[in-house]
């Protein structure tokens, strides 16, 4: 206990360590309020600039970066109406029309607090829970490894966009993408069409930075003229009184956060819209009626995305599964630093497990005290123009992929995976299920592989085993429902057991 | 909740490209060890490609059902696609990025970024050269500094640059 303990300190004694994670909560702060910044992009960049560091001094700032930036989003969302975030799209439903009802900075300090309070929650389960998992996690069979892997991409697949097909094309093309280059079974080349080159596979880092960063920056594009109008703000701290009576919902809607963020696959985004339903259904004289201003439509998707953060290092750190897309580029820092996501990292390295928990609660101090004083100056930076900031973007994104290895052809392959995934997201398509096909597609080769051998290649065995292993039962239960409330039959069945529902 | 999408322009192209790339690579991921193993290296990158094929059907059939784009008056398909999908400033905007790319390596990483920044923000619409060198010069110095401080990246530092000041007084100036 004590051991954890000064585990958890570290990053709370270290000067630099203590300053790499206030940097990073406030760059994540600022990052996030700017719409069209997202923090996965910003870590995907970040993650190839800070490979030769330390690997604690990367990872302060990539979890100060991290819960700055979900955070963030809440911004602009509240100011100017446009989500700095996807976690922040329920935001502005009530947080736009307070701003315009003169109450901007009550706005802006409840929400600050209840993110703080939902990213607390977030890391007390995190801390509960994780180390639970991993002893259930070393019960984990190959094959439950490629089921949980599956179901994440189905999850964010299906949850974020509108179309379960074109969610599992994205993640089975990311799949296709991890297979590139050797066997790492067998040494045989996959897919290299006889290039040298493409031998040595094609590197995530680069192809998530040419989704999130070159493709965003193209979409961004559009809409270079539109003009933001700007806030006043003022009194930011809010009440006792008004934090005191919002507490139950936020308390319930940070539990909805972090079981929504440890799914494999589903993070702030889609936690924070099933908070505000939530908030929606269960609230029944909201302050004001919702979408007009009512503070309870501020408190539940704001809650939820933060506690979400620490929800979605659960199964991170446990199964090296992501639970967003954000996770999912971590996963890619910590393979970088040589350290395995995974059962055996609670095992063999405890002092980074800790480590983790304690730099994501000072984060979320930093961003208490950031969020409550710095106001002002985070009003000034989402005014940068884009004609300014879009080409920035580029350049840093272009040093990050040369900068992996040094090697001037990774920037063609980012800006090749930037149209690609412009042409995508245009036509529909999200592309944070490529991602995490790309982290999981080998994990899944693997496990697969595994599973079969270990069935002697018998197709049979191996299928009847997702039915005799209880684990592996649930988990294809779980999967199988994430499928079939897809589909438009289910819709129907649920249309006639709750009319006026649908 | 789910509301049916407009089809954009270029859609089904792209949808009908996409569904003939994947299955291509069904093809390709067929050939790495055929139905040798259930086990194979090849079992996984064809099961990925076959969920594309699958997946890519239906997206083709999802898409052929939606509602089409609405042409203005006159508007033609390939001219509804410029609107839509590759307005100048995208083309442009990436031809931009494909020359910084490509002068990455020869000018340096300094000489190059200034002049895509330059460029760059003239681009998208920022017609003040002055404010334009302020921002360029700042930014480059800050992202120097940085670099070069906090984060040890190796930046390209232009081969072109180095065989001009070699052996010169000069060679030992180069950032």
Sequence with gaps: MTEALSFFLISWLDPKLLFLTAAGTFAGIYIGAIPGLSVTMAVSILVSFTFKWHVNEALTLISGIFFGGVYGGSRSAILLNIPGAPAAIATGLDGYPLAKRGEAGRAIGLTTVVSVLGGFVGILALAVAAPAVANLALKFAPRDYLLLAIWGILLVGSLSGNSLAKGVFAGALGMLIGCVGLDPVTAEPRLTFGSLQLSAGISYIVAMIGFFGVSEVMAQLHEIHLKATKQDVTKIIPSWDLVLKYLPLSMRTSSIGVVIGALPGAGGDIAALMAYDHAKRTVKNPSRPFGEGAYEGLVAPESANNAAVGGAYIPMLTLGIPGDAATAVIIGALYIHGLKPGPMLMIETPHLFWFTVGSLTLANCFLLIFGLTGIKIFAKIVEIPKPILLPLILILSSVGAYAINNNPVDVYWMLGFGVLGYFLKMYGFQVGPVILGIILGPLMDRSYRQAMISAQNNPLTFIGEFFTSPLSAIILAALVFTLVSQTSWWRRLRGHAEPGNA | ?175
């Design chain 2, 1 to 175: 909740m789910k509301e049916v999408r407009q089809r954009l322009a270029g859609e089904v192209v792209f949808v009908s490209i996409l569904l003939l790339i994947s299955a291509f690579m069904l093809w390709q991921s067929y050939k790495i060890s055929g139905f040798s193993s259930l086990s194979s290296a090849g079992a996984f990158p064809m099961a990925a490609t076959f969920a594309m094929v699958v997946s890519g059907i239906l997206i083709w059939f999802q898409t052929q059902r939606s509602k089409a784009a609405v042409a203005e008056t006159g508007e033609s398909y390939p001219a509804l696609f410029r609107r839509q999908i590759t307005p100048g400033i995208v083309v442009t905007f990436v031809l931009a990025v494909l020359g910084y790319a490509i002068a990455l390596e020869p000018l340096g990483f300094v000489l190059a970024s200034f002049l895509y920044l330059m460029i760059a923000i003239w681009l998208l619409g920022s017609r003040n050269i002055g404010k334009n060198l302020l921002a360029s010069v700042a930014s480059m110095v800050g992202i120097y500094v940085v670099f070069k401080t906090a984060f040890s990246v190796v930046l390209p530092q232009g081969t072109l640059l180095q065989a001009m000041v070699k052996g010169t007084p000069y060679a030992g100036w180069l950032p």
